[in-house]
């Protein structure tokens, strides 16, 4: 059976912005081909903060997303919080997730908290509240975030992500008896994603 892979990072706007068509891309999907959900690690852990040419560039792609997409982003973010350019936690959070079958309801929480409610997912303290959100054991959530493996399958799957033809995030690719073919993102037509998809099964 063919699979889709989708190629993402929790904190990437762009990944934000096509949620809601992506969404129905899946449903229509339905049980065509196995999807699966792959994180691509934007920027490595850090404790330094954001550069601010790096601030005022992520500003200006949150308003051209809203723009083009209309996806709702809470610019408070960048006054209230204080962000670094620092993903992998989050990366990890929705890793630890997968492992008990709740991958797709942290990535939309990390999501929610990010671009809705000015959290900060670089920060293990959101992502320890967003954990007990959706109904994992925090002391637990806290062991794994924190683990060796979860470390080794993030580092894995990174570099997994970048053997597959891909040019940055949200990525979408096929893969049918060991060919690899990259499906482009029409972050507002799902059909026309749809029908390229269903071209390579």
């Not at 404790?47 to 408070?76: A, K, V």
């Not at 620092?86 to 997968?98: D, E, F, G, L, N």
């Not at 029409?186 to 390579?200: A, F, G, K, P, R």
Request: proline fraction near 5%; glycine fraction near 4%.
């Amino acid at each position: 059976m063919a699979r889709l892979i989708y190629v993402y990072d929790p904190m990437c706007s762009w990944c934000w912005g096509y949620r809601e068509t992506w969404l129905k891309l899946q449903a229509a999907l339905g049980d065509k081909l196995a999807i699966e959900y792959r994180v691509g690690g934007l920027a490595p852990d850090s404790d330094e903060p954001m550069p601010i040419d790096m601030q005022q560039f992520l500003q200006q792609t949150w308003l051209r997303i809203e723009q083009q997409l209309g996806t709702p982003f809470n610019h408070e973010f960048w006054h209230t919080a204080k962000p670094r350019r620092s993903t992998y936690q989050a990366c990890r959070a929705v890793i630890v997730a997968r492992q008990h079958e709740k991958e797709q309801e942290m990535l939309y929480a990390i999501q929610k908290a990010y671009y809705l409610n000015a959290q900060n997912p670089s920060d293990i303290s959101t992502l320890v509240l967003l954990a007990e959100q959706i109904g994992l054991e925090k002391s637990t959530f806290i062991k794994e975030i924190e683990s060796e493996n979860i470390h080794s399958l993030l580092m894995a799957e990174i570099n997994q992500a970048r053997s597959l033809p891909i040019q940055g995030f949200p990525s979408l690719v096929i893969e049918n008896k060991g060919n690899y073919h990259a499906i482009p993102v029409n972050y507002l037509d799902w059909e026309s994603t749809y029908q390229q998809i269903v071209s390579h099964i």
